[in-house]
Nanobody, 123 residues
Framework: QVQLIESGGGFVQAGGSLRLSCAAS????????MGWFRQTPGKEREFVAG????????YYANSAKGRFTISRDNAKNTVYLQMNSLKPEDTAVYYC????????????????WGQGTQVTVSS
């Protein structure tokens, strides 16, 4: 059974940085895509960034390009989201997700989810 446990959320002022972590367990993730999503009340969950476990390829939503970096540590089975130059509009619950996807990095269809971690950016 896949488990994804996020950590690293918190409160930060605009312009600041946070690093989110997603500890993954329960299987080997070769051939999986790992993604970060976020959701605010009343809005649909949106894709932020993704990484392919096998190829290390990455893909970002336009809102994340140039400010966020997704990476993974194979030894720790952990995926990170480094968020810099944070804006109040980045305030959301951030979720880690996984899906089996070969060598691709999809933005939808993820079927394994963590419990989420709150990120709050003040102006």
């Amino acid at each position: 059974q896949v488990q994804l446990i996020e950590s690293g959320g918190g409160f930060v002022q605009a312009g600041g940085s946070l690093r989110l972590s997603c500890a993954a367990s329960g299987r080997t993730f070769s051939g999986y895509a790992m993604g970060w999503f976020r959701q605010t009340p009343g809005k649909e969950r949106e894709f932020v960034a993704g990484i392919n476990w096998s190829t290390y390829g990455t893909y970002y939503a336009n809102s994340a390009k140039g400010r966020f970096t997704i990476s993974r540590d194979n030894a720790k089975n952990t995926v990170y989201l480094q968020m810099n130059s944070l804006k109040p509009e980045d305030t959301a619950v951030y979720y880690c997700a996984a899906r089996q996807m070969g060598l691709l990095i999809p933005t939808t269809g993820y079927d394994q989810w963590g419990q989420g971690t709150q990120v709050t950016v003040s102006s």
